[in-house]
């Protein structure tokens, strides 16, 4: 069955600094790869999708950015955080084919001072 | 960019109520359907997918699917308290690698 890792789990940073955000995924290959972030009391925004190593697709300009540099690995970075950036993130795993059910990770919840 | 809408709740019911939770989607297009429960601090988890329209029933979960009318809907039966959690709806197209939730309705169930 599909394993999702997400690290750290929590975290909380100041404005102006750098983050990195990583999930793994365990007894899956090439699965379709997700980040969503949802702030508080709010839905959730789709960030980045990757279909495959080295492909990333950006969903909202921002200054987040997402790489995928092994198949079953994808990093959400910023180089500076801004307050806006405060929420949680969920990196998901989606089916390559049919309907696109997606499995959530425990999530990585990040406070910006 | 597709739209999901969800009532806004919170919608609070009795303990052995049915809850009823709504959502509408914009893109006529749209061929899947989900419906995930988010309990407090964690993340979604998947109870109900739905393709056709009609009723799909698990349990104490019917789903209800109508294309013509963009509209898609969560029954609850006999509510228990552990039913408390936010309800996100989610639609996606066909070839469609993204997914799109509505903000979600937050269900609490009194005992």
């Known amino acids: 069955s599909q394993t999702i890792h997400q690290w750290p789990a929590t975290l909380v940073q100041p404005v102006g600094s750098p983050l990195s955000l990583e999930c793994t995924v365990e007894g899956t290959s090439n699965p379709n790869l997700y980040w969503y972030r949802q702030a508080a009391g709010r839905g959730l925004q789709l960030l980045f999708y990757?279909?495959?190593?080295?492909?990333i697709s950006s969903e909202v300009p921002q200054n987040l950015s997402a790489s995928r540099p092994q198949d079953r690995q994808f990093i959400l970075s910023s180089k500076k955080l801004l307050l806006s950036d405060s929420g949680f993130y969920l990196c998901?795993?989606?089916?390559?084919?049919?309907?696109?059910?997606?499995?959530f990770g425990a999530g990585s919840r990040l406070t910006v001072l | 960019q597709k739209e999901v809408e969800q009532n806004s709740g919170p919608l609070s019911v009795p303990e052995g109520a049915i809850a009823s939770l709504n959502c509408t989607y914009s893109?006529?297009?749209?061929?899947?359907f989900f419906w995930y429960r988010q309990y407090s601090g964690k993340s979604p988890e998947l109870i109900m997918s739905?393709?056709?329209?009609g009723d799909k029933e698990d349990g104490r979960f019917t789903a209800q699917l109508n294309k013509a009318s963009q509209y898609v809907s969560l029954l609850i039966r006999d509510s228990q308290p552990s039913d408390s959690a936010t309800y996100l709806c989610a639609v996606n197209g066909p070839n469609d690698y993204k997914l799109s939730f509505g903000a979600g309705t937050t269900v609490t169930v009194r005992a």
């Open positions: 739905i393709y056709s329209n």
């Open positions: 893109d006529r297009g749209s061929q899947s």
């Open positions: 998901a795993i989606g089916q390559v084919s049919g309907a696109n059910v997606l499995t």
């Open positions: 990757s279909v495959g190593i080295g492909q």
